[in-house]
């Protein structure tokens, strides 16, 4: 973005910023300067610090030390009302929206005004920045209505309806398809333009290079360079991130095709809104493939692994695991197939935060014997299995019977492997199993998959991250809106055509 | 006996006992739908109108004057509710666990210090109750001239309540604020609103509900304090709250459905309609629990509820 | 402004989480010291012969187990189901279910070889509460209906069926009175201690303790009900047959209910009245959570109320104190017991703005 002219004047200045939870220093004196008409962008990969920086920044977190300066002048924020009053906004990675709400009521909250609601005036108010900016919504749509890209611009409508002037968004287009993320890109021009300023969290480093101006780098938690975008290149800010060379070290096996492991068959399934999620879907997985599912995330992938797993009937259609059909609806059913799951929210479908380690490691096999004989469970035997499964797996924790939530998100994930993939699984079904992981522990579960593969079993990889896709998988196919897009093999595979079956665009 | 029950007398005393009966629970079911509105479920209602049913009693039997009564046991009510606050909001301890203790708590500070203030005597004290307020000119039209327009002020009063708690959670800044919190309290703490403060000053408004119900009780539908004056009643709001799908209209039709069957089930008896008494005294309680059964498909629940909101501590 | 937030603290060392429980009981009778001084009672009196009252003597002290026996039931009871989160609130009703069931073997069941009574009475009064309690399990797990308020109005419902029992085939012949004839002898509990009232029913309720301890520490549904509890969505993807699991906890949580009504009947009263229970099950729940919703925490716990409660009344004697005071110091107990275990995991920061 060339032709602004960046002012003496920082806007923002986080000075030395440090921020501690319990025994964690999350933010270990950091800088950070924004001028008036700039993007800057924030890199690190998770759990670098950057999110809870700008939370710090947003006054939802108290700092622990350093200072926040605006306009030159040192203030304390004690809560988001402070930071807001001061201009600065923050769109969440996870919506800050009252989806069973109307647009205009999620833009009217805790804004100033007289007693009763004046819709009139704020349906005024809203049309007009909506016209300026570019961001057409019906006020009166409730908001799960809405699409997700459509969401976002009405979290950009919130922050522009209180006079934000300072946008800090995280991790925007997480949840984007890739048509979506031009058109954010064109409302953040028009936003700078008109004189905004922008925080931009990501770990997608070509939309970095693309959006912003400078970048600021974190790793973990202390800011390790600055870069102007025309300075410098995607590799060079990626071995920042990590402090190392990019480059996963992965072993791929060799392995041989064989018979379909896996099979579905005209799937159909709607998901909680009683839309259809997952549409007439068929595919067949065999052993000694990683066949990754592609697609922006919201596209019915959930649905389809929820069904997968037996957490929900199809309401049509059949699973076949090596040739038997499967009843639907049953994870018991699906857990004797042998099959290997990964959950997507491992936190709340997977584990038992409270229970100790040993106690998660036997969710599956806990009926079985020798875990368990008439009804009776062999403490001996768990204590075994658990210990073969923390060395196997390399489970970092403070021995078995710690609770699980003490360990960090990798290795709850190691936890979930171990649990799933001790037994020799046929099938492996992953649904978004790096998802918020470091980049140390996303190299470990992907070794994990190829060493499955190498093993002779066939791998369903559902993933909304395309690199991983790509690195991963033998075959890839596209989700879009429950229906398969597309197929193809990954030696042939075409980035742009990959993307356009994303965004629903057929070939 | 069917002629009877189409009598002209049988159906104006049933619906002005209706409407009298219904009273209390429909300001407790207001006090509630506020409370869970904003994502809190109360479960210290009944010890809190038991408390409000013996601190209004005491004072009218030391002052002999029933208003100050009522603000006395709404005082209460306040009271009891901000330690809830304390205990769910503040310290976010488990809902369920903090209410059931609220509730054991007041219930036994209720009747200790009514009986530090009575004692034991063979009968016990009672006050001047009030009397009902008769609207004039309405009040003559037959069936509903009695039955509507001639009940207490208080009564009048809980049913003015029914809009105006309608209109605070619809259509006041206020009222938006406190849905969003039950919904996605996030939401509203990123757009600066205090969510403990709100949610606590909804509790108090409901505790100061509850404590008039438990007044109206001791105060006017009876003029003495028994242990089980309550009945269960405190329950009947929770489940009247589900019932009415958190909106104060639908959850005062409930309460008037159970003042209905309550007052229904005494006039059946007194008719000589022969069946055990306990019979009839069941009736409402099952009737509530079926109508639970029916709306509980549809139920929309405030997202929010059942959660102590704590910025989250997420590194990364 | 001065605002209060909660934050996590680390982990402090294993030993606390004994003192806690004492330090909870000395607040607890420091704040509730308030309640006897207005009451006019000297404090150091008060409390003095509320201890002596349940513990000073050997038959204050049988007294104190005997008034603990149903507490550590409905204590069980409701620690059981709280446990897999199903709010079993209608300890109460469970209860009235196993009173009456023993009242119907006690009076009527002449026709059993006299060491059958008990068994069949003791067998029929968890059977009944049992039952009692899979009916808002049922509509829980099936319907999505709130278990709190099933299980409470179901309270009602059953004490009016006992009502109506009472003042029909139940009650005693020629009484005007809802009481029921008395139970034949073969149905008392023995006493077991001479110049006492310590009775079976007591030695029912440490059995209980020891099988509940065993259920939830040594059986696959000690495991799973646990999973339930703590994380539904992940028992369920675990291929936990939760419907059936809570189900199953409904069944033992309303069976020990019901041995608590059995044990009423069969001990004390010998015969079914309407307050044939002074709100045991709804103690039991302040028993339940003051005991962690561990067995021999609520073990503690019911002891701890059996002393107030039977201490209460010789305070009420010799000090003057009402004996709803045992209400209030209920109520205190709990809170603070709540308020230390959070205390134990996280602290208060106070921040100014």
Redesign the interface.
Known sequence: MEGRILEKQAVIEMRAVTKRFVDVIANDKVDLKLYPKEVVGLLGENGAGKTTLMNVLFGYYNLDGGKLLINGEEVTFSSPKDAINHGIAMIHQHFTLVQSQSVLENVMIGMEGSFFLDKKKATEKLLKIEQEFGLNLDPKAIVWTLSIGEQQKLEILKALYRGAKILIMDEPTAVLAPTETIELFETLHTLVDSGHSIIFISHHLQEVMEICDRVVVLRTGKRVAERKVSDTTIPELASLMVGRELLERLEKGEAKVGIPVLEAKNLKGRNSRGIIAVDNLSFILREGEILGVAGVSGNGQTELSEILFGQVKPEEGEILVSGKSVPGGSPSAIIKTGMARIPEDRIATGLFMDLSVKENMILESHVNEPISKNGLINMQEIRSFSQNCIDNFSVKTDGMDVPVKTLSGGNLQKVILARELSGNPKVVVACQPTRGLDVGAMEFVHQAMLNQKTAGSGVLLISDDLDEIFLLSDRIIVMYEGKIMGEMSSKEADRDKIGLWMSGVAS | MINEIFSVTFITGLLAATLRMSTPIILATLGEIITERAGVLNLGIEGTMLFGAAAGFLTTLATGNLWLGVLVAALGGIVLSLLMAVLAVYFGLSQHVSGLGITMFASGLAMFIYRLAVGSPTVPPVIDPFTPMVIPLLSKIPIIGPSFFSQYSLTYITWALIPVVSIFLFRTRAGLRVRTIGQNPFAADTVGVNVNLTRTLCLAAGGALFGVAGAFLTLAQQNMFLIDVIGGRGWIAIAMTIFGNWNPLMGAVGGLIFGFLDAFQLRLQSLGVDLPFHIFLMIPYLITILALISVSRKATVPAGLLKPYRREEKGG | MI????????ALPSWVMLVVPLAAVFVTLLITSI?IL??GGNVFKAYSSLFYGALGSKFNLMETFVKASPLVLTGLAVAFAFRARF?N?GAEGQLFAGAIAATWVGVYFTWLPAFLVLPVMILMGFLAGGLWATIPAF?KTK????D???T??????ML?????LL??PLQMPGSAWPRSASIMDAAFYPVLIARSRFHLGIIISFAAILVIWFINS????G??S??VG??L?????????TGMVILKTAIISGGLAGLAGVGEIAAIHHHLMMDISPGYG??G??IA?LGNLHPVGVALAAFFFSIISVGAQTMSRVAGI???????????S??TM??FL?LTEYKIRW?K?
């Open positions: 605002s209060m937030s909660i934050v996590k603290r680390k309640p207005i009451a709010w609130i509509l319907l999505k209906v709130d709190v308020v099933t409470l109005l179901l309270n009602y419902v009016h069926i006992m009502g109506a003042f029909g040594k059986t696959v549904f495991y799973q646990r999973g703590i994380n969505e992940a028992a369920k993807f675990g291929g936990i047959n709804y103690t729940i302040v959570m009402p004996i709803y005071i045992t209400g209030i110091i209920e109520g205190v709990l809170m709540l308020i959070l921040t703005s």
